[in-house]
Each structure stands twice: as C-alpha cells, then as structure tokens.
C-alpha cells in the first residue's frame, strides 16, 4: 500500500477484487498480509486482464508554458508511443501527472489552460496514479501507455500500441 501511495484499506479492498477473477489468487499469508498468485503470465495475463482494467487518465488539457521552458511531467501519450516505437512526433507533446498535482503545478510552472490546442501549447494528461511510480527513462510505462490510449480511434496509433504490446519483455 505504502509503495503504491495508496491505503491499506484500499489495497486490502483491491486484493477482495482480485480475488474475484479467474486468473488470480489471493491468500493470507500469516496475520493480515496476503499474497497474489497469478494463475497466468505474460501477453496471455494482459489479454485475461486487459477488460478489466480502466485508463489511468482521468482528464486532459491544452495548456500553454512559457516560451522555451521545460515542459512538466512525465512523457505519455502519442509523444510516449513517438518514443517507444516508429511512430512519428505529435504536432503537440503530451505529458502526464497525477491528477492531485494538477494546481501546484499550474502555479509553479506558470502554465495556462487553454481551450483548443494553439502553436506551442501541449496536452497535459491527469492521471488517477502518479505516472512516474513505473515510469523508465522519463516516459510512461508501456502497459499503462497502451491503457490510456484505448479509445483513441487513429489506426495510427492503434497499430502503433499493438506493436508495442508485441515488443514488450513479458
């Protein structure tokens, strides 16, 4: 619970979930701690997983820093899958934070939200956890990358993630 910046309450509910499902076991293993066995492994956990998992995002924004500063937060999105595999750069960066960092983040880089994507503004991505708990290299991880882009209808991309999905080290 503590490394996933969550309750124990929370994960003790969470392991109930997953005990709910085929493909995971869960046992108490001595006073209150309980272990997760995963009765699959790899691409084939993903597939048998994948339904049941829910996008990380839960909003995006257009935003404008100031001209040539760093952009905040962790690559994600299409700049993440640009990174990751042969897809080309988006016309406009995206990156990602955890949702409750949102206002101090505002603040202390001195961004504006904006209502359509203008030149030299970026997509900023909230997420329900912080993108930089599995992040590698500055980027998203590649599962939760291929989670926040579901319902993104470009072939582009889909294809994109698929081929990410195929390349990942199960």
């Given at each position: 619970?503590?490394?996933?910046?969550?309750s124990r309450m929370a994960a003790g509910r969470a392991y109930d979930e997953l005990a709910g499902f085929t493909w995971a076991e869960v046992a108490k293993a001595g006073g209150e701690k309980k272990s997760l066995t995963l009765q699959q492994?790899?691409?084939?956990?993903?597939?048998?997983?994948?339904?049941?998992?829910?996008?990380?995002?839960?909003?995006?924004?257009?935003?404008?820093?100031?001209?040539?500063?760093?952009?905040?937060?962790?690559?994600?999105?299409?700049?993440?899958?640009?990174?990751?595999?042969?897809?080309?750069?988006?016309?406009?960066?995206?990156?990602?934070?955890?949702?409750?960092?949102?206002?101090?983040?505002?603040?202390?880089?001195?961004?504006?939200?904006?209502?359509?994507?203008?030149?030299?503004?970026?997509?900023?991505?909230?997420?329900?956890?912080?993108?930089?708990?599995?992040?590698?290299?500055?980027?998203?991880?590649?599962?939760?990358?291929?989670?926040?882009?579901?319902?993104?209808?470009?072939?582009?991309?889909?294809?994109?993630?698929?081929?990410?999905?195929?390349?990942?080290?199960?």
């Amino acid at each position: 619970a503590e490394r996933l910046g969550c309750s124990r309450m929370a994960a003790g509910r969470a392991y109930d979930e997953l005990a709910g499902f085929t493909w995971a076991e869960v046992a108490k293993a001595g006073g209150e701690k309980k272990s997760l066995t995963l009765q699959q492994q790899g691409r084939a956990l993903w597939q048998a997983v994948e339904r049941q998992l829910q996008s990380p995002v839960r909003k995006r924004r257009w935003m404008m820093a100031a001209t040539g500063a760093a952009l905040p937060g962790t690559v994600a999105g299409e700049s993440a899958l640009a990174q990751l595999t042969m897809l080309g750069e988006p016309v406009y960066p995206v990156r990602a934070i955890k949702d409750d960092e949102y206002k101090g983040l505002v603040k202390a880089f001195g961004l504006k939200e904006i209502k359509h994507p203008e030149p030299g503004c970026f997509q900023l991505e909230t997420w329900a956890y912080s993108p930089e708990l599995l992040a590698q290299n500055g980027c998203v991880d590649p599962l939760s990358l291929c989670l926040s882009l579901d319902k993104e209808s470009d072939p582009r991309i889909s294809l994109a993630a698929n081929d990410l999905l195929d390349e990942f080290p199960w």
